[in-house]
């Protein structure tokens, strides 16, 4: 069977080039590997192996030629047993290579729609407990760890120092070194071992001192966990949590002083949880630890010692991707995540002496973002303010109000305003930084400048 | 604790042991594997060995060619002239608790892992049938079932990834060992050196397998390592090194027999350097013309892996008539998988929003 030689194209980009030169001639018997001829564009110069062994028969394109388009039958292959003075080519013919508009337009296919969920109802008379968020959290990793022995953590500090801010206090003493594991100061590297466990079956919680450091580990959150379930086709799954204090702490500096939920929150393939008071923090982290995604939680350390209440229950676990209504109201909703909600309730209860009955929501899930609540409010009340403690480019607060143009417009008695820190640096003197960060007098003018008061 | 090497000077017979040469197990490996460099195989082992070898060869100049001819898109890493070292360390590992992991040169690993190579080309040609279903590429493919772990597009990332993989290993007491792959030019990355350090702290089961086919896309080992015996990079972190000939199918294989062994005894891990040679660029749009013609044709000439496994062969009695059955074998698969790669259809429109998440929320 003769084997027609086509032009090669030296990148998915080119359509024509020169056939520069023959380095075989009618006749030659040539083996895989041989080079036969050289082909040029106007960036390179490849060699065109052979892939086949046979003879040269007929040389359909003279070298020198320019313009030669790619698929072009350039020369003809005699295999074995074949009279390579016999084999004729068809016609020199180029051929399309099928591109990915070749196939009739297919309709835009539908992106699915979210599941409907709520809380789970906590049963009347369940004792509430008072819990700091630190505890909440512990507890979560406590009972996932009893639970389920794949689970893990990872970190600076979390064994022997019982955490750099405590939050894994008495996880070593349970669990043991086995699963409580002291890292060297080496992010990328610890999160790309977790990341590889994850791959391998296990469950870990990857603790971060802070955020802040995980931006050297950044690649293997983005990278190496949020795309491989899509590029394997469902085939490699990643259920690993990334966890560990985001945003400002206090008067710590630019370099440790950063919310990064948008950061994660811009990447399809991850979850990104950002809890606020401690009932969330355990059901959201105790959820997210039983995820087969990978999720980013991102805690806050100023939010760490403030106390709550919390459910008594066997197994507090609460919904990811649902927003929570934290204080109803009929005149403005206020939405907010992690520390901004605290603020964002001083604000409300401040605006509720002047007459405005604000509505307050926690988004608590970044990604997948619960439009639905969001825009179920601003229905109800026709005004919004978001209000995030973080940079305001390109920030949560930008989609939410990107949120309310495009499904909410009709809804809307006035724009959207967001209420952020200050598009700087965050400084350390300690006025400055008062002034760069988000606090209640700036969502209450936010506010009454929305509800035209 | 007093050095152990005694002063050179001296003349005097080396006084220590190597129990008591605290630089011994750095070197041991080496030494084990100098003294017996070379797996000795029977007849049909080595037929099969040169089988895998072959099928790799063909199936990269057929991806070549339908890149050429606009098939495959991006970018397309062949392994043609490394064919040794995949085969070679991949025929020494336990197939049923070993995890192997690598960099985006990856066809010639699943390969040698025995994955249908219809899959592998149906994923270079982006078909529902590949084997990450369309959405990987070249670059990223996967085989869970089979322990390969990918197929990692971020150059150096498979390093903390493999150790981790080792780590899940040893968290679980299952007695495999993960073998990660990576090039010359990845290994000059600062998380290889991260996990190297806790991989060595932990005494995880990994080998890391430096192929160093002699440049990092076009530059040249010396022109971007200050130590270019990459064996010798793991000294600082205790891990022992191997220099191995990696165009040489059957040394590739004793010396991953005796890092196996080394390995899963509990010792930690082990860094082997491959030294081999690609024959085509760096990927099908570099044109390599940061080398000369000549230095390629002298590596086909004098090195190629395949031709050695060949004389390998003769030497034991086997005819060209077998080789030419087993060509012809060879020829069949990859022109079927080319076939069935070109003519499978493109994942479906709905495929776009699958699997980004696992869960739905």
Same mark, same amino acid.
């Given at each position: 069977?003769?084997?027609?030689l086509?032009?090669?194209?030296?990148?998915?980009?080119?359509?024509?080039g020169?056939?520069?030169?023959?380095?075989?001639k009618?006749?030659?018997?040539v083996?895989?590997?041989?080079?036969?001829?050289?082909?040029?564009?106007?960036k390179?110069?490849?060699?065109?192996?052979?892939?086949?062994?046979?003879?040269?028969?007929?040389?359909?394109v003279?070298?020198?030629?320019?313009?030669?388009?790619?698929?072009?039958?350039?020369a003809?292959?005699?295999?074995e047993?074949?009279?390579?003075?016999?084999?004729s080519?068809?016609?020199?013919?180029?051929?399309?290579?099928?591109?990915?508009?070749?196939?009739p337009?297919?309709?835009?296919p539908?992106?699915?729609?979210?599941?409907?969920?709520?809380d789970?109802?906590?049963?009347?008379?369940?004792?509430?407990?008072?819990?700091?968020?630190?505890?909440?959290?512990?507890d979560?990793m406590t009972?996932?760890?009893r639970?389920?022995?794949?689970?893990?953590?990872?970190?600076?500090?979390?064994?022997?120092?019982?955490?750099?801010?405590?939050?894994?206090?008495?996880?070593?003493?349970?669990?043991?070194?086995?699963?409580?594991?002291?890292?060297?100061i080496?992010?990328?590297?610890?999160?790309?071992?977790?990341?590889?466990?994850?791959?391998?079956?296990?469950?870990?919680?990857?603790?971060?001192?802070t955020?802040?450091f995980?931006?050297?580990?950044?690649?293997?959150?983005?990278n190496?966990?949020?795309?491989?379930?899509?590029?394997?086709?469902?085939?490699?799954?990643?259920?690993?949590?990334?966890?560990?204090?985001?945003?400002?702490?206090?008067?710590?500096? @630019?370099?440790?002083?950063?919310?990064?939920g948008?950061?994660? !929150?811009? *990447?399809?393939? %991850?979850?990104?949880?950002? $809890?606020? =008071?401690?009932?969330?923090?355990?059901?959201?982290?105790?959820?997210?630890?039983r995820?087969?995604d990978?999720?980013?939680?991102?805690?806050?350390?100023?939010?760490?010692?403030?106390?709550?209440?919390?459910?008594?229950?066997d197994d507090?676990?609460?919904?990811?991707g649902?927003?929570?209504?934290?204080?109803?109201?009929?005149?403005?909703?206020?939405?907010?995540?992690?520390?901004?909600?605290?603020?964002?309730?001083e @604000?409300?209860?401040?605006?509720?002496?002047?007459?405005?009955? !604000?509505e *307050?929501?926690? %988004?608590?899930?970044?990604? $997948?973002? =619960?439009?639905?609540?969001?825009?179920?409010?601003?229905?109800?009340?026709?005004?919004?303010?978001?209000?995030?403690?973080?940079?305001?480019?390109?920030?949560?607060a930008?989609?939410?109000?990107?949120?309310?143009?495009?499904?909410?417009?009709?809804?809307?008695?006035a724009?959207?305003?967001?209420v952020?820190?200050?598009?700087?640096?965050l400084?350390?003197?300690?006025?400055?930084?008062?002034?760069?960060?988000?606090?209640?007098?700036?969502?209450?003018?936010?506010?009454?400048?929305?509800?035209?008061? | 604790?007093?050095k152990?090497?005694i002063?050179?000077?001296?003349?005097?017979?080396?006084?220590?042991?190597?129990?008591?040469?605290?630089?011994f197990?750095?070197?041991?490996?080496?030494?084990?594997?100098?003294?017996?460099?070379?797996y000795?195989?029977?007849?049909?082992?080595?037929?099969?060995?040169y089988?895998?070898?072959?099928?790799?060869?063909?199936?990269?100049?057929?991806?070549?060619?339908?890149?050429?001819?606009?098939?495959?898109?991006?970018?397309?890493h062949?392994?043609?002239?490394?064919?040794?070292?995949?085969?070679?360390?991949?025929?020494?590992?336990?197939?049923n608790?070993?995890?192997?992991i690598?960099?985006y040169?990856?066809?010639?690993?699943?390969?040698?892992?025995?994955?249908?190579?219809?899959?592998?080309?149906?994923?270079l040609?982006?078909?529902?049938?590949?084997?990450?279903?369309?959405?990987?590429g070249?670059?990223?493919?996967f085989?869970?079932?089979?322990?390969?772990?990918g197929?990692?597009?971020?150059?150096?990332?498979?390093?903390?990834?493999?150790?981790?993989?080792?780590?899940?290993?040893?968290?679980r007491?299952?007695?495999g060992?993960?073998?990660?792959?990576?090039?010359?030019?990845a290994?000059?990355q600062?998380?290889?050196?991260?996990?190297?350090?806790?991989?060595?702290?932990?005494?995880?089961?990994i080998?890391?397998?430096?192929?160093?086919?002699?440049?990092?896309?076009?530059?040249?080992?010396?022109?971007?390592?200050?130590?270019?015996?990459?064996?010798?990079?793991?000294?600082?972190f205790?891990?022992?090194?191997?220099q191995?000939?990696?165009?040489?199918?059957?040394?590739?294989?004793?010396?991953?027999?005796?890092?196996?062994?080394?390995v899963?005894?509990?010792?930690g891990?082990?860094?082997?350097e491959?030294?081999?040679?690609?024959?085509?660029?760096?990927?099908?749009?570099?044109?390599?013309?940061?080398?000369?013609?000549?230095?390629?044709?002298?590596?086909?000439?004098k090195?190629?892996?395949?031709e050695?496994?060949?004389q390998d062969?003769?030497a034991?009695?086997?005819?060209?008539?077998?080789?030419?059955?087993?060509?012809?074998?060879?020829?069949?698969?990859?022109?079927?998988?080319?076939?069935?790669?070109?003519?499978?259809?493109?994942?479906?429109?709905?495929?776009?929003?699958t699997?980004?998440?696992?869960?739905?929320?």
């Open positions: 069977m003769a084997i027609e086509k032009m090669p194209a030296l990148s998915p980009t080119m359509e024509e020169k056939l520069a030169r023959w380095l075989v009618e006749g030659d018997e083996k895989s590997g041989d080079i036969l001829a050289e082909i040029e564009t106007d390179a110069t490849m060699e065109f192996e052979a892939v086949d062994e046979g003879t040269i028969g007929k040389i359909l003279a070298e020198g030629t320019e313009g030669v388009k790619v698929g072009t039958v350039i003809v292959l005699a295999g047993g074949e009279d390579a003075s016999a084999v080519a068809s016609a020199p013919k180029a051929e399309a290579a099928p591109a990915a508009d070749a196939a337009a297919a309709a835009r539908e992106a699915p729609a979210p599941v409907a969920k709520k789970p109802e906590v049963p009347h008379g369940t004792n509430m407990k008072i819990s700091t968020v630190r505890e909440a959290l512990r979560a009972e996932e760890m639970r389920d022995d794949r689970v893990f953590v990872m970190g600076e500090e979390v064994a022997e120092y019982q955490g750099a801010y405590k939050v894994t206090q008495g996880l070593l003493e349970e669990f043991g070194a086995q699963r409580v594991i002291d890292t060297p080496t992010e990328y590297g610890f999160a790309g071992i977790g990341t590889g466990a994850a791959m391998g079956g296990l469950r870990p919680v990857i603790e971060f001192m955020f802040n995980a931006m050297q580990a950044i690649d293997h959150i983005i190496s966990a949020a795309k491989t379930n899509y590029m394997s086709g469902g085939q490699m799954r990643c259920p690993i949590v990334f966890r560990g204090p985001n945003g400002a702490a206090a008067r710590v500096g @630019a370099q440790h002083s950063q919310n990064y948008p950061w994660y !929150a811009n *990447v399809p393939g %991850l979850v990104v949880i950002a $809890p606020y =008071d401690a009932s969330d923090a355990k059901g959201l982290l105790k959820a997210a630890i995820s087969d990978p999720v980013v939680f991102l805690e806050n350390e100023l939010v760490y010692g403030r106390s709550f209440e919390l459910p008594e229950l507090h676990v609460l919904p990811i649902k927003a929570r209504i934290m204080r109803e109201g009929k005149d403005v909703t206020i939405v907010s995540y992690s520390i901004g909600v605290g603020l964002a309730l @604000a409300a209860e401040q605006l509720a002496g002047e007459g405005i009955d !604000a *307050v929501i926690d %988004l608590r899930t970044l990604r $997948p973002l =619960d439009k639905e609540t969001v825009l179920a409010s601003l229905a109800k009340t026709n005004r919004m303010v978001v209000a995030e403690e973080g940079f305001p480019v390109c920030s949560i930008s989609e939410i109000i990107a949120i309310c143009m495009e499904d909410g417009f009709d809804n809307l008695d724009p959207v305003v967001r952020c820190n200050e598009d700087v640096p400084p350390y003197a300690a006025n400055l930084e008062k002034l760069a960060l988000i606090d209640t007098p700036r969502i209450v003018e936010a506010v009454r400048k929305v509800c035209y008061r | 604790m007093p152990a090497k002063d050179a000077g001296s003349g005097a017979e080396p006084a220590v042991t190597p129990a008591q040469d605290e630089d197990a750095l070197h041991s490996l080496q030494e084990a594997l100098a003294a017996d460099r070379r000795t195989p029977n007849k049909e082992e080595l037929l099969n060995l089988e895998q070898m072959v099928l790799i060869r063909r199936f990269e100049e057929r991806a070549g060619q339908l890149y050429g001819l606009g098939l495959i898109g991006g970018f397309c062949l392994y043609i002239g490394q064919e040794a070292v995949a085969v070679g360390l991949q025929s020494a590992l336990d197939s608790r070993d995890s192997v690598t960099g040169r990856d066809h010639g690993h699943m390969l040698a892992y025995g994955i249908d190579p219809k899959v592998i080309m149906a994923e040609t982006g078909r529902e049938a590949g084997i990450s279903r369309g959405k990987g070249s670059m990223h493919m085989s869970v079932e089979h322990k390969f772990y197929g990692h597009g971020i150059v150096g990332a498979q390093v903390s990834l493999g150790a981790g993989l080792a780590f899940a290993h040893k968290y007491e299952d007695g060992v993960a073998m990660a792959y990576f090039g010359d030019g290994a000059n600062g998380q290889v050196y991260e996990s190297f350090n806790m991989a060595a702290l932990w005494k995880l089961p080998i890391f397998v430096i192929e160093n086919n002699g440049y990092a896309m076009g530059t040249a080992v010396k022109r971007g390592s200050a130590e270019t015996h990459f064996y010798r990079r793991g000294t600082a205790r891990i022992p090194g191997m191995v000939d990696g165009m040489d199918v059957l040394e590739v294989r004793k010396a991953a027999e005796v890092a196996l062994e080394y899963r005894a509990g010792n891990p082990v860094l082997m491959l030294n081999t040679y690609r024959y085509r660029g760096h990927s099908m749009s570099d044109p390599a013309k940061y080398r000369s013609r000549e230095e390629v044709q002298d590596v086909r000439e090195r190629d892996p395949i050695h496994v060949k062969l003769a034991l009695g086997v005819d060209e008539a077998a080789l030419k059955e087993i060509d012809k074998r060879v020829r069949a698969q990859v022109a079927e998988s080319a076939d069935f790669a070109e003519n499978s259809p493109e994942p479906e429109p709905s495929e776009l929003y699997d980004v998440l696992v869960e739905r929320y």
